[in-house]
């Protein structure tokens, strides 16, 4: 007996000190007490949604192929800056999955405690497994690509779950009954599309209204190089009227041109470790002469107004209020700290906006 009640005892305190090293380890990282205060927040649509006007993707930099520790610093300096909304996809790596497992780990081991602070976005659309059923926009693949997401992050929900481009081979009737459904059954608790044109968007719109799902959001690239979701396209309407006319937000991504609207490519060579230098996504033949010239002038009129090209290339995509919010990338924390000086310069005069006019 008294050898039992010593194994009992042991183990209990065995217990107590893991349960203490675990709090202790997930508790290393205490946000910021001040995030809230200089980041602002617009309303998403007309839904009960805010999101930071500069959100952080994880589409690059996060993979199993990058430096976890890179990417936990950024992740946790965002949130540190008042950035709540993190958006991720199945296909982000690489390899594809492999940004939301490195996401999931953050989240498990330091940002637990802020769960119900966060906005987090997952998509499906992207080639992710072989053979028929593992890509575009049927209900069988977004549903079972949305399980795997939610199992690599370890979450039982996520806030955003988006179609990721249309599919033209599925009615979108089956494509937005599957959001509308994974919503009803609050795997998400809210439905998206991305990479929908003006026409496509109006359609699926209106198809998820009638499932008594809105749409709360559309993904869609624009920056100061990429400007379509400005041109009427549909009924003499552009993307942005659409979406207005719906009630429903804009998130921009690749803002900066996937690093083109920054610094890092002015004199027209390549820095080494940079997206440019992977020549994938972005490839160094873009880098023209006509570009270059126009990004040095964007950058002359930028330092003109002691401001930096990147964080000037945000206040312009924020100049319209139809834009929620930016969606930037970063691969370390001083881009990240770079592009968050957009907040705190004073908005875009209307002579600075005539002069970017005039260079685009
Ligand atoms: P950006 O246009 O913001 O490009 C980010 C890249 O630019 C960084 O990874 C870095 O690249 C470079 N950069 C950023 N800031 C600076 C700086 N201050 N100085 C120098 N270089 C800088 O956005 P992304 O193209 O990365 O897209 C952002 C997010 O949008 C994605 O993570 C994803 O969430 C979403 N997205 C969605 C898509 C969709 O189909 N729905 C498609 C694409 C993106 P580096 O250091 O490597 O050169």
Sequence with gaps: MGFLNNFYAVRKHSLAFFEKAYYDFSMVYKAKEDRYETMKYRRCGKSGIQLPEISLGLWHNFGGADCLETGRETVL?????????????????????????????????????YRDELIISTKAGYDMWPGPYGEWGSRKYLFASLHASLKRMGLDYVDIFYSHRPDPDTPFEETMGALADIVHQ??????????????????????????????????????????????????????????EKESAGCICFSPLAQGLLTGRYLDGTIPEGSRASRNVF??????????????NALNDIAKEGGRTLPAMAIQ?????????????????????????????????????????????
């Design 316 to 360: 312009w995509i924020l100049r319209d209020k139809r834009n929620t919010s930016v969606l930037i990338g970063a691969s370390s924390v001083g881009q990240l700290k770079e592009n968050l000086k957009a907040l705190s310069y004073p908005p875009l005069s209307q002579e600075e906006l005539k002069r970017i006019e005039a260079v685009l």
């Design 77 to 113: 300096a965002a949130f540190d800056a008042g950035i709540t909304h993190f958006d991720l996809a199945n296909n982000y790596g690489p390899p594809a999955g492999s940004a939301e497992i490195t996401f999931g780990r953050i989240l498990k081991e330091n940002l637990s405690p």
């Design 186 to 243: 609050g795997k998400a608790l809210y439905a998206g599309i991305s990479n929908y044109d003006a026409r496509q968007s109006a359609e699926a719109i209106s198809i998820l209204r009638s499932l008594g799902v809105p749409c709360l959001i559309h993904q869609a690239s624009y920056s100061m190089l990429n400007r379509w979701t400005e041109d009427a396209a549909f009924e003499n309407k552009s993307l942005l009227d659409i979406l």
């Design 282 to 295: 972005l490839k160094p033949s873009s880098l023209t002469p006509e570009l270059l010239k126009k990004l």
